[in-house]
């Protein structure tokens, strides 16, 4: 079985200060994990994915995640924030274990403040 | 560019209502999701479909039904609306790779409301 945890299901930042969104997985089986953000009426837009390369993955929009399987975390950081970051953001997990379907966390709402 | 359309953004229908969501890919992808989206559990998945005329129940499947009839178009049929049944419904589409971690594109969503 597979499950994803998202530590905080809001967060608040000022325009220009650093994100963090916490992501906790469990997996049996070597896992991929992705970051999905979600804009206000728009489907949801791939981040940024980790499938067994480099555990520091670049994303788009100056978004990057670090993969520590000792910790099995995949936590999204930027490191100053914009307005236009301001979305819901989703962790996924994946895994050949788990008939390769994936597996949603609860979401993390985030506010920029002016 | 890639693109998943969903017949509808926002949909109201009443108690007991046989419900269509249409879903269509234009990028020849083999598989096909249904999730719902509601707040604080994130996406939970329906059914999907692997290829054409093939479908899967997924975490939540009771109350939906699907059909798959070509490649391109995935839909979603909920027999008989019920109030617990309103919620934001997205759609999927997926070609699948060996590491099958490959990226699903997902459509804006179908908003519904069951009265």
């Known amino acids: 079985a597979q499950s994803v945890t998202q530590l905080d299901s809001h967060v608040s930042v000022s325009e220009g200060t650093p994100v963090l969104l916490r992501c906790n997985y469990s997996?049996?089986?070597?896992?991929?994990l992705f970051w999905y953000v979600q804009h206000p009426n728009k489907g949801l837009q791939l981040l940024l994915k980790y499938t067994s390369a480099a555990t520091l993955v670049k994303g788009i929009n100056g978004f990057e995640a670090e993969f520590k399987k000792s910790e099995t975390s995949f936590h999204l950081t930027k490191p100053s924030a914009h307005m236009s970051d301001a979305a819901e953001y989703f962790c996924v997990v994946i895994s050949k274990a788990a008939g390769n379907k994936l597996t949603f966390g609860g979401g993390t709402r985030v506010l920029v403040k002016p | 560019d890639v693109k998943v359309t969903q017949s509808s953004r926002y949909l109201v229908k009443r108690t007991g209502e046989k419900v269509f969501l249409e879903c269509v890919q234009d990028?020849?992808?083999?598989?096909m999701f249904w999730y719902r989206q509601d707040p604080g559990l994130g996406l939970r998945l329906i059914y999907f479909?692997?290829?054409?005329?093939?479908?899967e129940k997924g975490d939540i499947p009771e109350g939906y039904s699907v059909s798959r009839e070509k490649k391109e178009r995935f839909s979603l049929i909920l027999e008989s609306a019920s109030t617990n049944q309103t919620s934001m419904y997205l759609c999927a589409s997926r070609q699948p790779g060996l590491a099958g971690a490959n990226e699903q594109f997902f459509g804006p969503g179908t908003r519904l409301t069951v009265l």
């Open positions: 997996s049996s089986y070597s896992p991929s």
């Open positions: 990028m020849d992808h083999e598989n």
């Open positions: 479909s692997y290829d054409v005329k093939m479908k």
